[in-house]
């Protein structure tokens, strides 16, 4: 037994002397909870990931019906997203303390029908103004901030010697909802699932099994109402099968249902104003910013500082335990681990948010000299469907990750993080050859296969990275700070899906693709320095935590 027997209590869906670390109470009665909460956690953040990232092939499809938007508008949408996702998590990395886990995994899980049925209904209409779909795009963060109070809640269910493989499946199986996403929104596109009118395709599309020609009819409606099929069980799951934990390292003031609710939205709120200020000081005035497009690097600190500036503003109980939660922003290991976290999930999420898109316009059009001047508006006729591709390096990276958090658990976090670092490094300087070469080829899809290959190990190596650090968390962090720091550190990861494809835009425009990956390579050698300081080095902090 590692610590003294602790008496467990049911009141309800409400639990007391909740002790995971108590061999006996674990085996008693705890590792059934736990694991409750772990499989009903799963899918509804696998739904929250589909629904925040759906945006990646949405405006692809956009693009081959011929909605009238041009290609650096559709860029926004994902972009809306991914930092309306990134800015949400910040907020909720401290839902579990405030609300309770039973009733934070609820609403924001309630919560992602908003988007879908709004999405769904936009998209019946190519004249729909372009506002709108920035709205459900933005909207769509919902399903990124899920993943801070998730992975915060499911670390206070586990011991902490098993805590790489429990948050190593919860997030891996909950990134899986990229993955689901990538196959499954291509598929229902192609039937009339839930009626409506079809569209005709411009241009060639595809699915997971093949291309689809021109011609062919599409109900991309379908993309944002096939979510309902899983989202309104869920809600049922998780009111009915999940718990608060009531003790004074976990929620104790949780109190009911309507108070929490009302705290969870309205520290939503702060986030989606300041992700929206942002996004307003970015954009260019055609697509409904302020003009300024000030440069991203002076943005996202300005939206972080606002967020947590306006979280300290609010008034009451909920300021006390904000405080005592913000005390991991004096501990040095929580910036060490938000550098290392943003490196493997962060690489994780804006590949994924960019690889369609990315394919589409690196591989889909033939870049050939007319006139004089290299062009890059040639439709490819023997161009990959990016439908068809970019599920791969999102399914490997999500289902490897509890076998990172695994190894971890054997060989500790750090190692495991050095070694995936270094492959990191290399298969982005690898990806960036082939991209480059594509990019000045009239037959770029010479190229494609070993892009590919490169890219899916870069995947993979993000996956089993993002396990590793999840052990290094629950070693280095006690119990009451673990969960609001891998909240805190997913946060700022986060904005890897607005900065990756926002950079691969940029760098396309400016017709140096590849340049966004050497800038990447450079980063993920950052991180290998301050992993080693920290935790690997003689002396370290912690040794190989």
């Given at each position: ?56 092939i949405i405006t692809v499809q956009m693009l081959n019906l011929g909605f009238p938007f ?476």
């Open positions: 037994m590692t610590e003294q027997a602790t008496k467990l209590e049911e009141k309800g869906h409400d639990l007391y002397g909740w002790n995971p670390d108590d061999d006996v109470q674990w085996a008693e009665a705890g590792k059934k909870i736990a694991t409750r909460n772990l499989w009903i956690s799963i899918p509804s953040l696998l739904c929250g990931f589909a629904v925040w990232l759906y945006w990646g041009e290609q650096s508008q559709l860029f926004t949408l994902a972009a809306i997203a991914g930092l309306s996702g990134a800015t949400l998590r910040i907020p909720s990395s401290f839902f579990i303390r405030i609300a309770g886990g039973r009733y934070t995994l609820f609403l924001t899980t309630a919560l992602l029908m908003i988007p879908a049925v709004g999405t769904g209904f936009l998209l019946q209409d190519p004249n729909t103004p372009l506002w709108q779909f920035q709205l459900m795009a933005l909207l769509s963060g919902f399903g990124g901030g899920n993943f801070a109070s998730s992975m915060s809640n499911i670390s206070f269910f586990y011991p902490k010697k098993i805590q790489g493989y429990a948050l190593g499946m919860n997030a891996g199986l909950g990134n899986f909802g990229v993955t689901t996403m990538q196959i499954v929104v291509p598929l229902v596109m192609t039937f009339a699932l839930f009626g409506g009118e079809s569209m005709t395709l411009q241009n060639t599309s595809g699915t997971l099994i093949g291309k689809i020609p021109a011609g062919t009819e599409t109900y991309i409606f379908n993309a944002g109402w096939v979510w309902l099929i899983a989202l309104v069980p869920l809600a049922f799951a998780g009111w009915f099968g999940l718990n608060n934990i009531r003790d004074e390292h976990v929620s104790p003031d949780a109190g009911s249902a309507l108070p929490a609710f009302a705290k969870i939205l309205g520290m939503l709120a702060i986030g989606l104003a300041t992700a929206t200020f942002g996004l307003w000081l970015m954009l260019p005035a055609k697509t409904g910013g302020s003009g300024l497009e000030l440069n991203k690097w002076i943005v996202l600190p300005i939206v972080i500082a606002l967020t947590v500036f306006a979280l300290k503003l609010i008034p009451g109980k909920i300021q006390t335990n904000l405080k005592r939660q913000f005390q991991i922003f004096d501990n040095k290991h929580t910036w060490a681990m938000t550098v290392i976290y943003t490196m493997t999930f962060g690489s994780f999420i804006g590949y994924a948010a960019a690889m369609g898109l990315a394919i589409k316009v690196v591989f889909g059009f033939q870049h050939i000299m007319v006139d004089g001047v290299m062009t890059h508006n040639t439709v490819n006729p023997n161009g990959p469907s990016a439908l068809m591709f970019a599920w791969m390096g999102p399914f490997i990276g999500a289902l490897i990750r509890p076998i990172g958090g695994s190894w971890a658990d054997k060989m500790g976090g750090a190692k495991v993080t050095q070694i995936i670092s270094v492959v990191m490094v290399a298969c982005a300087l690898g990806v960036a050859y082939f991209m480059k070469a594509a990019y000045g080829s009239a037959t770029p899809e010479e190229y494609f296969y070993p892009f590919l290959v490169l890219f899916i190990i870069l995947f993979a190596a993000t996956g089993i990275g993002n396990g590793s650090t999840f052990r290094t968390i629950a070693v280095v962090f006690n119990k009451e700070q673990a969960g609001p720091v891998l909240g805190w550190t997913s946060a700022v990861a986060a904005y890897g899906a607005f900065i990756i494809p926002k950079v691969f835009g940029e760098q396309i425009k400016a017709t140096t693709p590849e340049y966004a990956l050497y800038g990447f390579a450079i980063f993920y050698g950052v991180c290998i320095l301050i992993n080693w300081w920290f935790y690997l080095r003689p002396g370290a902090y912690v040794k190989n935590p």
